[in-house]
């Protein structure tokens, strides 16, 4: 008896000792991200992916016979997700969640979603390697269209509008078009939505998208928050009038106010403490010709921070502002606020310590820090605790087809990935 209770805990010490010194396969990995790269690509070695698109449609195709050969159930749910679930001992445990999406905007790159995909991919071949069993069901999720809306991780979350279904992307199509090229069916959408307590947790690999890390030198981001983001259409209403005849100091230029207005929006968004972002990023002036004062103009404007009362005082200043610009330029001024909204996604803090507590295992240097740009993570976050592990970008640079992080730092993030899922298995 006494020796089967030493053997009984020698194996149960080598299948710890394993699992810690577990790692992914770095070019393994960076072969996946560039076999998934291969969907879409140009004649410019570029590779074009919107979702909706036949290339997404194949790589969506490709990533769920990947996940089937790893021996999962693969179905691809009434949003359009793939969604892969992988048996663990108790089938009475909710599961725990990880992955990303593939599809990219236009003219994008090789990483982002993609790399969490692809980790979600290696983490599953590691174990099944080390024929290692987690006591939770593990499942995977791709999310369709996260970047024409987070479409997939809406609808998981219950947020899923019937107006976004009439949206059209890049591709032309809608997302209620959309969803059913990709085997959804939009008449059955409502039964995608999961309850909270679902899921035990959702973990996401990202790349960061920006420069901090790699300027910083360090290797793991640790979410703590998704921002969020508010957009309005501010339109200025001047009078067109001919640009020859008409003096400098009678004209209501709705240009000349809207100039003014884009400069306000960079001085009051710098003016407050913090991180918060200000941008207008689009501008559209009629009647548009040479010789004919602009009568009318319609810019953006989006405000993003972890704080929703941050955004309303920003926003409060810069509408106060506004009306004083169009007052003195004798145009009128009107906000409208747009359905393209998201609220702030507070990342759970335990599982920030499990990957900060993992990362230092690993030998891997942290740093705590908020996501600028939206994420699946977000909208998941309603229903279960979640959290997100972030590698460098190299320069900063994202959302181009410079966007590149090293093999190195995907491994990096993907062995973190592994090892926080294991980790939450045993705690939760």
């Given at each position: 008896?006494?020796?089967?209770?030493?053997?009984?805990?020698?194996?149960?010490?080598?299948?710890?000792?394993?699992?810690?010194?577990?790692?992914?396969?770095?070019?393994?990995?960076?072969?996946?991200?560039?076999?998934?790269?291969?969907?879409?690509?140009?004649?410019?070695?570029?590779?074009?992916?919107?979702?909706?698109?036949?290339?997404?449609?194949?790589?969506?195709?490709?990533?769920?016979?990947?996940?089937?050969?790893?021996?999962?159930?693969?179905?691809?749910?009434?949003?359009?997700?793939?969604?892969?679930?992988?048996?663990?001992?108790?089938?009475?445990?909710?599961?725990?969640?990880?992955?990303?999406?593939?599809?990219?905007?236009?003219?994008?790159?090789?990483?982002?979603?993609?790399?969490?995909?692809?980790?979600?991919?290696?983490?599953?071949?590691?174990?099944?390697?080390?024929?290692?069993?987690?006591?939770?069901?593990?499942?995977?999720?791709?999310?369709?269209?996260?970047?024409?809306?987070?479409?997939?991780?809406?609808?998981?979350?219950?947020?899923?509008?019937?107006?976004?279904?009439?949206?059209?992307?890049?591709?032309?199509?809608?997302?209620?078009?959309?969803?059913?090229?990709?085997?959804?069916?939009?008449?059955?959408?409502?039964?995608?939505?999961?309850?909270?307590?679902?899921?035990?947790?959702?973990?996401?690999?990202?790349?960061?998208?920006?420069?901090?890390?790699?300027?910083?030198?360090?290797?793991?981001?640790?979410?703590?928050?998704?921002?969020?983001?508010?957009?309005?259409?501010?339109?200025?209403?001047?009078?067109?009038?001919?640009?020859?005849?008409?003096?400098?100091?009678?004209?209501?230029?709705?240009?000349?106010?809207?100039?003014?207005?884009?400069?306000?929006?960079?001085?009051?968004?710098?003016?407050?403490?913090?991180?918060?972002?200000?941008?207008?990023?689009?501008?559209?002036?009629?009647?548009?010709?040479?010789?004919?004062?602009?009568?009318?103009?319609?810019?953006?404007?989006?405000?993003?921070?972890?704080?929703s009362e941050v955004i309303k005082k920003v926003y409060q200043a810069i509408e106060a502002k506004g009306k004083e610009i169009a007052k003195a330029s004798k145009v009128e001024i009107a906000f409208k606020p747009l359905d393209t909204t998201a609220d702030p996604a507070i990342m759970d803090t335990e599982i920030q310590n499990l990957i900060k507590t993992t990362a230092e295992k690993l030998g891997l240097s942290t740093k705590k820090m908020p996501s600028g740009a939206g994420h699946d993570a977000q909208d998941m976050a309603l229903i279960a605790p979640s959290a997100m592990i972030f590698v460098p970008s190299k320069g900063g640079i994202s959302h181009s087809p410079l966007e590149f992080t090293s093999a190195a730092d995907m491994a990096n993030g993907a062995t973190v990935l592994l090892h926080t899922i294991l980790a939450l298995d045993?705690?939760?």
């Open positions: 008896m006494v020796i089967r209770l030493i053997s009984i805990f020698l194996c149960f010490g080598c299948a710890t000792l394993l699992a810690q010194q577990t790692k992914v396969n770095q070019n393994r990995l960076e072969r996946r991200i560039f076999e998934l790269a291969k969907f879409g690509l140009q004649e410019n070695g570029e590779t074009e992916r919107v979702a909706f698109s036949d290339a997404d449609i194949a790589a969506q195709q490709w990533v769920a016979q990947n996940l089937r050969d790893l021996g999962l159930d693969v179905h691809i749910d009434f949003a359009g997700n793939i969604v892969g679930r992988r048996k663990g001992k108790d089938s009475t445990k909710k599961p725990i969640s990880f992955g990303s999406h593939i599809d990219r905007v236009p003219h994008g790159g090789n990483y982002d979603g993609c790399l969490g995909s692809m980790a979600a991919l290696e983490v599953l071949t590691v174990l099944n390697e080390n024929k290692i069993t987690t006591q939770h069901p593990l499942e995977i999720i791709i999310f369709s269209n996260e970047e024409g809306g987070v479409m997939g991780s809406r609808a998981i979350a219950g947020h899923l509008k019937k107006s976004a279904l009439g949206v059209v992307n890049s591709t032309g199509y809608t997302m209620g078009e959309g969803i059913m090229r990709l085997g959804g069916d939009t008449t059955r959408i409502a039964e995608v939505a999961r309850n909270k307590g679902d899921i035990a947790a959702f973990v996401e690999l990202h790349i960061e998208q920006g420069g901090i890390l790699e300027k910083e030198h360090k290797d793991i981001g640790i979410v703590e928050g998704i921002v969020g983001l508010k957009w309005w259409d501010v339109e200025f209403t001047g009078f067109p009038n001919h640009a020859g005849t008409t003096p400098m100091n009678s004209r209501q230029d709705a240009l000349l106010a809207a100039a003014k207005f884009i400069v306000a929006v960079n001085e009051i968004t710098n003016s407050f403490e913090g991180a918060q972002v200000g941008t207008v990023g689009r501008i559209t002036a009629q009647p548009g010709a040479p010789n004919v004062i602009p009568g009318k103009v319609v810019t953006s404007l989006e405000i993003r921070d972890l704080s045993k705690k939760l």
